[in-house]
Every structure is written in C-alpha cells, then in structure tokens.
C-alpha cells in the first residue's frame, strides 16, 4: 500500500509549507505539489500524475479539499478517478472525507447519488431544451456548405446536364454535396 500526497497553491507567490508539513506528518510515500490556478478544472497535471500513480489499495491524502477542486461536481469526479484505481481518498482538513473509514465510505455512497442526481437533472433539461427549440423550428446540426441561392443555381445546372463536379468546382464543394441535392 501505497500513500500518495498532493498539495497545490494557486499562484508561485503562496508557499506549500503547511500542506507539505501535514502531508508529511502523514508519511506519504510520495508527495506531488504544484503551483498553479484551479479556476478551471484543467490544468492540473501534478493531479492527473498522483491519480495516475494510484494502485490497489493506496491512499490518496490531500491536505485541503479546497486546493485540489472548485465544485462538487469536480471534487466527486477527482473521487472516483481514485476510487476507480482501487484506491480510497483521505482528506486532512475534512475528516468527514476520510474515505478510509466506514462513516467515509457511506459519504462517499451519499455523494455518488447526488452527482448521479445532478447528471440526470442536467440531461432532462438539455432534453427539453432541445424539444422546446425544435417546436420553435429551430434547426441542429451543422450549416449546410450552400445558399439557398446557391442550392438553386445548382438544382439549374443539373437539370442542363453539366456534370457534378463542375457545379461542385464552381461553387467550392464537393461533388458528393453537389449529388445530394
């Protein structure tokens, strides 16, 4: 078994020495630490590699939750990233995300259920959204390669016998979208 340490700060400004301090007390096997914004969910590389190296069995210690996520919903995910390697997930600064222990495992069970909740929420509103644009005639999918005008032309031109790849040359397409008219 493994102890995996993470530890990040924001800006090169702000110091790891506390989160490096408890992750030590801790005795981590390795410690991954970075320096960088987590206002987006990406770039974080430092946090894929400690995932990454993640097996059977290991813990993944943080020493503050609010370092390595900005939202429920990414906190969940980094959660079962690890769950997912096999390992479990403890964090210092909230012993209630101790996922170490049975009361962490019940969290981590009552988590999953509201991600899974908030995923279905998210898909029937998309769902509606998408039936009420289509009632309003609204149009998916990408926008066709010709004008109506152009459509026209084209529908002319066939009808004369030009051939399609001359129509398709003309007008900058392929001959393939010339045939579907």
């Known amino acids: 078994m493994k102890i995996i340490g993470y530890a990040r700060v924001s800006t090169t400004g702000q110091k790891l020495d506390r989160q ?3 992750l030590r007390a801790e005795d981590c096997d390795t410690i991954y630490r970075e320096k960088a914004s987590a ?7 430092e946090l894929e590699r400690a ?28 959660i ?10 403890k964090v210092l600064d909230k012993p209630w ?12 069970a009552f988590l999953s259920a509201l991600a899974e909740d908030e995923r279905q929420r998210i898909v029937r509103r998309a769902n509606d959204g998408r039936q009420a644009a289509k009632a ?12 109506e005008h152009q459509k026209r032309l084209a529908r002319e031109r066939k009808l004369t016998g030009e051939a399609h790849s001359e129509i398709a040359k003309d007008l900058g397409v392929s001959r393939s979208t010339i045939s579907r008219l």
């Open 20 to 22: 490096l301090g408890a």
């Open 39 to 45: 206002k987006s969910i990406k770039g974080r590389p």
């Open 51 to 78: 995932i990454d190296a993640l097996g059977i069995n290991d813990v993944f210690v943080i020493a503050e939750w609010d370092r390595v996520t900005r939202s429920m919903m990414d906190g969940i995910q980094i």
């Open 80 to 89: 079962q990233q690890v769950a997912d390697r096999g390992a479990t997930v």
């Open 136 to 147: 309003a005639g609204v149009k998916f999918g990408p926008k066709g390669k010709l004008s």
């Open 97 to 108: 995300l101790d996922l170490t222990t049975p009361m962490g495992k019940g969290i981590l």
